[in-house]
């Protein structure tokens, strides 16, 4: 996590690329095709629970920067405040296994402006182990589905940013 100084909040905006389906269709009745359901499960996109912990944390610094104002114009000492802001969390950074402290989680931080999911429709004719087929026929014909299912689906998404 990077710190930032004053108010600088960087918008993040994202596209995901999701080659697993997370819908499909039809039941598969084969056991080549409950396997590859099952593939599909198992893999599919797993970031919106990241993507709302972003936004929440986003919320609670916000939130938690109003209460420091309303703090102050009330007549907290600045003192006051920056004790409760050196004091350490119960988390820990994962790169340097140092404490957080309560002003880094004001000072490190994005704001998710826009997320993009784009989704790879499922293929009837698939087979549960496409994972490992890295023949020039079914690789030129991923290429030349993922264009043209892109191409669908960020018409769909300009007519959300247009609304």
């Not at 920056?82 to 296994?97: A, S, W």
């Not at 826009?114 to 499922?122: G, T, Y």
């Amino acid at each position: 996590m990077r710190k930032l100084e004053d108010n600088n909040i960087p918008k993040l905006r994202y596209v995901i690329i999701n080659l697993h389906p997370a819908k499909q269709e039809y039941l598969p009745f084969d056991y080549d095709g409950v396997v590859d359901r099952k593939n599909d499960i198992i893999y599919h996109d797993r970031t919106q629970f990241d993507e709302n912990v972003a936004v929440l944390m986003s919320d609670f610094a916000t939130f938690a920067e109003s209460l420091i104002k309303l703090a102050e114009e009330k007549g907290a000492s600045k003192e006051a405040l920056q004790k409760i802001l050196t004091e350490k969390t119960k988390g820990v950074y994962l790169v340097t296994g140092k404490q957080v402290r309560y002003g880094d989680l004001l000072k490190g931080r994005v704001d998710v402006d826009f997320v993009v999911r784009l989704e790879r429709k499922n293929d009837s004719h698939t087979v549960s182990n496409k994972t490992f087929d890295f023949s020039k026929t079914t690789i030129r014909q991923l290429i030349q589905d993922g264009y043209k299912e892109t191409k669908e689906q960020i018409k769909e998404v300009a007519v959300r940013i247009k609304n």
